[in-house]
């Protein structure tokens, strides 16, 4: 047996003798009771776990989207306004690489006041939802994308606006203050109803 740099190298006939005494230890049957305790228990696969969160700002309010919900970020693109489509909560629409993709109102869908000016060099588009089904809002600022545990969600409160309170699912608690933590379905539902 040698050693180097803290790992131990043995010889084949050695770990098949180790493997030999192992299968041949008698456990004792305090010791097989907790084992099969512990497999018969059922997984907590999320305890502890994280998700990543897209945060990001509009209306002056901090909302989050689970990162997986959204196809990518891009710099303000022009807005075509589509005729006979007077909805508020529908925009139009906006060409990305080569791509034509629908444009909804973030603060008109959820009922958030339209005078918060952003800063033109923050603003950001983003693009919501599965492939042939999206939809891009603008948001005044992008924070990025933050890891957040599960057990740090918190039910988002009776007292949350009615627009807001039918898309936010969860509050959640970050480093510079709360979150909405929005469901994608129930803004993409919104914004195909608008388009209608």
């Known amino acids: ?11 084949q006939a050695e770990q098949e003798r180790t493997l030999s005494k192992l ?17 018969a228990a059922p997984l907590d696969r999320n305890q502890g776990s994280t998700i990543p969160l897209l945060c990001f700002r509009v209306a002056g309010e901090r909302f989050a989207l689970p990162a997986a919900s959204v196809e990518r970020v891009f710099l303000v693109a022009a807005v075509r306004r589509i005729p006979h489509r007077k909805r508020a909560a529908f925009r139009g629409m906006v060409a990305h690489e080569g791509e034509i993709l629908l444009l909804g109102s973030f603060e008109r869908l959820l ?5 918060v000016t952003a800063n033109a060099h923050e603003a ?8 042939g089904r999206g939809w891009v809002f603008e948001a005044n600022s992008v924070d990025g994308v933050m890891q957040v545990k ?22 959640v608690s970050l480093r510079d203050g709360d979150a909405s933590l929005l469901d994608p379905e ?11």
């Open 124 to 131: 950001r588009m983003v693009l919501l939802g599965p492939a």
């Open 111 to 115: 009922d958030l006041p339209t005078t």
């Open 23 to 39: 299968r041949q230890a008698r456990l004792a049957d305090s010791a097989v009771a907790e084992q099969t305790m512990a497999l």
């Open 1 to 11: 047996m040698t050693e180097s740099n803290d790992i131990t190298i043995t010889s």
């Open 186 to 196: 129930t803004l993409i539902t919104g914004w195909e109803a608008a388009a209608q």
């Open 150 to 171: 599960k057990s740090d969600l918190r039910p988002a409160p009776g007292t949350v606006s009615r627009g807001m309170g039918s898309a936010t699912r969860f509050l």
